[in-house]
């Protein structure tokens, strides 16, 4: 008995394989998805020459580390390197 429903059971499985093969065969291919259009090509721009910009860069960043350091209030740090400096011509022995 076991040995007619595992050959039943065998040939279930092969039909049910032979049927899936068949169907395959059948099917009707996927249709390609359309490409998206191609993308306009960019304008050429000319950039500027790099020694100019180079030197326009640095001298606009040195401007604008001027403009802050003006602007630091720097007494605190002054009053510091005041106390360091009484600190250090203190006679410690």
Known sequence: MVKKMNAKLVFIALSVLLLLAACAKQAVPAAKPEAPPAP???PVVQPPAAEDTAATDIDN???EVD???NDLNTTAIDDIDKDIAEIDNLDLE
Do not use: L
Request: hydrophobic content about 55%; aromatic content about 0%.
């Open 40 to 42: 306009a090509p960019a």
């Open 61 to 63: 960043t040195n401007a």
């Open 67 to 69: 403009a802050i350091s």
